[in-house]
């Protein structure tokens, strides 16, 4: 039972606590007990949430073609590594898409996936049996292409990463970590912030805190930004996710940070609750995503919100004319489909960033 491991590093700690990252950690990924590596399923209508791919296949569709278009206007390879690819959907429809279009293209195309958790790896290799140019890897560092030629795809890759919380009272700034009661119920504690990582990550790229103000900070991000910047050498990079610019984090409804939990459907607002059993998410920070990407190589050729991207890239031309009045019609799903996406991206953002072109 992961609550089990979760106690015995509080315990193993001198001062019995550990900071959220490290909660955050057992609970998402640990080997056996951890949401994200447990055999769940989390996407759809009988898990926890649902993801853009997942809404309609429109949204890989418009994808796919964004894709032939780089390589038709670049000489990047035909090669494509999605991080976090989940059930597998959006690259089988990427992949069914491009062999519809570009019948060539798809036979020269490699497709890539970077997964991390086994039940998800399982899923996508059951899905994507029938396309062969399909390979898979656990991390960057297995990947067998270094460095890396392609496009680059993530979609609620980094809202998922582990982070730090603090907060900012009587101009101090203190760390929240967990402790638990004396009847072993997990329980916060605020603590004297003493890691100069947090206090140099809010003076390089965080927003300036209000009184009373709680905010997350992801120290996994940046280290996998450098990471894939190590490892990208000509790239378009994708990334896909909701989170907030700094302006945002300044708003009085941003007080309280971002971090939930996501429980068959149901957004929880205390993180501790059911660990190992529910998603545990964050608005990432998407000024200093930027700000990171700069620093390390990356040129930034696009940010808006997602709705937007897929108006601009034409989305409303897959609307199906029909005259069929059932509402349960291919044609009537697949439109109503694409009214969904467009709803729910308004939440989400687009960033699109080279490296080396």
């Known amino acids: 039972m992961l609550l089990n491991y979760i106690i015995a590093s509080i315990k193993a700690n001198e001062q019995k606590q550990i900071s959220y990252s490290e909660f955050m950690s057992l609970a998402l990924y640990h080997p056996q007990f951890g949401y994200y590596m447990k055999e769940k399923q989390k996407v759809g209508k009988t898990g926890d949430f649902y993801t853009s791919s997942n809404v309609s296949t429109v949204f890989a569709e418009v994808f796919a073609q964004q894709f032939i278009d780089i390589w038709q206007s670049t000489p990047l390879p035909f090669h494509i590594c999605e991080f976090g690819a989940g059930t597998g959907r959006f690259a089988f429809d990427v992949l069914t898409k491009i062999k519809e279009l570009c019948p060539a293209t798809y036979e020269e195309l490699t497709y890539s996936i970077v997964e991390t958790s086994p039940y998800h790896l399982h899923e996508q290799k059951q899905r994507l049996k029938e396309h062969r140019n399909v390979h898979y890897y656990r991390s960057i560092d297995e990947f067998q292409t270094k460095p890396f030629s392609g496009i680059v795809f993530s979609n609620e890759l980094l809202d998922a990463f582990p982070v730090d919380v603090v907060s900012w009272e009587h101009g101090q700034l203190y760390e929240i970590k967990i402790t638990m009661d004396e009847n072993s119920l997990l329980q916060e504690v605020k603590t004297k912030c003493d890691r100069a990582e947090l206090h140099e990550w809010l003076h390089q790229y965080g927003p300036p805190l209000q009184e009373g103000q709680r905010i997350e900070i992801p120290l996994a991000m940046k280290q996998w930004v450098q990471h894939l910047a190590d490892w990208v050498e000509q790239a378009v990079i994708f990334t896909l996710d909701y989170g907030y610019t700094k ?23 205390n993180p501790l609750l059911h660990p190992g059993e529910m998603d545990l998410t964050t608005h990432i920070h998407l000024d200093a995503l930027i700000e990171m990407g700069t620093e390390l190589g990356f040129q930034l050729q696009y940010v808006n919100t997602q709705d937007k991207f897929l108006l601009e890239a034409d989305i409303l031309s897959y609307l199906q004319d029909h005259h069929n009045p059932d509402p349960f019609s291919a044609e009537s799903k697949r439109n109503r489909a694409i009214r969904s996406l467009l709803t729910m991206s308004t939440y989400f953002y687009v960033i699109k960033q080279t490296k080396g072109m």
Do not use: F, N, V
């Not at 984090?249 to 459907?265: A, I, N, T």
């Open 247 to 269: 302006k945002d984090w300044e708003q009085p409804e941003r007080k309280d940070g971002s971090l939930r939990g996501y429980y068959e459907h149901q957004m929880i607002t």
